[in-house]
């Protein structure tokens, strides 16, 4: 299994910018895609996930300004994000991951994003 991240980038306090992660390989079909961030000097932590089915978690500090969606059909994830603030700035990271027997757990090359003030 791959994850091919992309749409970072640099932009100004208040700006947008979507993330896509396409995954390809053997993939159960119930499964989680997510995104997760990692700050200079601080721990990975997730920015929010959605199930094939449909259901949704944010992190608190993001909601109300990301959303997250997926095509289940093309294994691909997406990460609208409004407001940005210079807090977001950080690497994102793709995750996919479901349980069948054990946990498998796959993970994207990481994505720059950086919000200026």
């Known amino acids: 299994v791959q994850l091919q991240a992309s749409g970072g980038g640099l932009v100004q306090a208040g700006g947008s910018l979507r993330l896509s992660c396409a995954a390809s390989?053997?993939?159960?079909?119930?499964?989680?895609m997510g995104w997760y961030r990692q700050a200079p000097g601080k721990q990975r932590e997730l920015v929010a996930d959605?199930?094939?089915?449909?259901?949704?978690n944010y992190a608190d500090s993001v909601k109300g300004r990301f959303i997250i969606s997926r095509v289940n059909a093309k294994n691909t994830v997406y990460l609208r994000m409004n407001s940005l603030k210079p807090e977001d700035t950080a690497v994102y990271y793709c995750n996919l991951r479901w349980r069948e027997g054990r946990l498998w757990d796959y993970w994207g090359q990481g994505t720059q994003v950086t919000v200026s003030s």
């Open positions: 390989g053997s993939i159960f079909s119930r499964n989680a």
């Open positions: 959605i199930t094939s089915g449909g259901r949704t």
